[in-house]
C-alpha cells in the first residue's frame, strides 16, 4: 500500500501539542497504521520541546511574519526548519496531500490564531502548511468533509 499522506502527528495520537497532549482521530490514526499516512510534527522536528509554550503568528506591518511564543520568544526559525524537514519527507515519499491540525501556527490552513493570544482566528496558513502549498501539496485540516 502506498503512502498517500502527511499528518499532523498530534491527529495520529502523538503527545507533541504544545500542551503535551494530542488531538487524535481514530481515522487518522488508522491511516498511520495502515501504512498510507506519515505522521509529523513539525515543531518538534524544528528542535521545539514537548511541552512548549503556546506560540502564535504575528504579522508586521510591511508584510513580514514571526511566529513568537506567549512568553516571548521568536521562534521562527524553528518553525521555519521544521516546515522545510517536513517538506523533505514529503517529496521524499512523492507524498501530494496533508491533513493537519487546523488553527496551528505551524499546519493551519484558512485560519490562525491571531497573535494576539487571544483566542481570535484569522485568515491565513501555518508556515508548513504554507510551504506545502507552495510546493503543489494539497493541504487539508481535520475539519475538510473530503479527508
Known sequence: ??????VSACLAGEN?????????????????????????CPEQMGGLST??????????GDGGIKVM??????????????????LAIAKAHGIKKAILKS????????????????GKLTEGHGITARLLMDHQIEVFTENDKDV
Open 1 to 6: 500500500m502506498r503512502v498517500i499522506y502527511l
Open 51 to 60: 511541552p512548549r509554550s503556546p506560540c502564535e503568528i504575528v504579522r508586521s
Open 103 to 118: 488553527k496551528s501556527p505551524s499546519c493551519g490552513c484558512g485560519q490562525v490564531y491571531d497573535g494576539t493570544f487571544s
Open 69 to 86: 511564543s506567549r512568553d516571548g520568544r521568536d521562534c521562527t526559525r524553528e518553525f521555519r526548519i521544521g516546515a522545510e524537514k517536513t
Open 16 to 40: 507533541c501539542r504544545y500542551d503535551g497532549k494530542n488531538s487524535r482521530i481514530e481515522a487518522i490514526a488508522e491511516l498511520v497504521r495502515q501504512g498510507r499516512a506519515i505522521p509529523v
